[in-house]
């Protein structure tokens, strides 16, 4: 059973003109197939030229974006102007501190849109065991060692609860991937 955060978003996205995918911690559950700590927020990627989608689908909704171009802490309504990389759009509840407007549409859910590069090497999601389209689990996990140089405690659960079900090619990838002296290369075997 899909959980109720997850449901939302997917029932939310069904008119997304564009792929979208989990990432993130809630992406470990997909492929886990069960819920194992608690998460702050869902996590979507999107490819970064497909932003536009993003806006066309949800007119009127509290958007907040970060790229390089805007400061960390801003609440200013995204305008839909072309957000350059690393960037994300933030969907929060009316709760959160990024809802500055009582106007607009808020999420029942904190969740964001994590933009992404398309690149030709491969498809990096699939069908998790939930029916959700998930990054894989191995390319998941490389992101948050790369993102945090030292794991984050919920970096470490998810890694932990994932590595068993690394298969041996899995496991080989994110070997290869993670860098010289990052402290999960000695449990990968």
């Known amino acids: ?20 995918f989990l990432c993130g911690g809630w992406a470990i559950d997909a492929w886990l197939g069960e819920q194992t700590r608690h998460h702050s927020d869902v996590d979507i990627a999107v490819f970064h030229h497909d932003q536009r989608a993003i806006l066309d689908l949800l007119p009127g909704w509290a958007l907040v974006a970060h790229d390089p171009h805007v400061p960390d802490d801003t609440t200013q309504q995204w305008d839909g102007r072309d957000l350059d990389l690393p960037a994300h759009i933030h969907v929060p509840t009316l709760a959160s501190p990024l809802a500055t407007s009582t106007t607009l549409k808020h999420s029942a859910f904190e969740f964001e849109f994590i933009l992404v590069e398309r690149t030709g090497r491969g498809q990096i999601h699939h ?32 890694f932990v609860a994932l590595l068993p079900t690394l298969d041996d090619a899995q496991r080989g990838w994110l070997r290869d991937a993670l860098a010289e002296g990052h402290p999960w290369l000695s449990r990968l075997g």
């Open 127 to 158: 069908r998790s065991p939930w029916g959700l389209p998930a990054i894989a689990p191995e390319v998941v996990m490389f992101h948050k060692a790369v993102d945090n140089h030292t794991p984050r405690p919920q970096d470490e659960d998810d």
């Open 1 to 20: 059973m899909v959980p109720q955060p997850l449901a939302y978003v997917r029932d939310l996205l069904r008119g997304l003109e564009a792929p979208w």
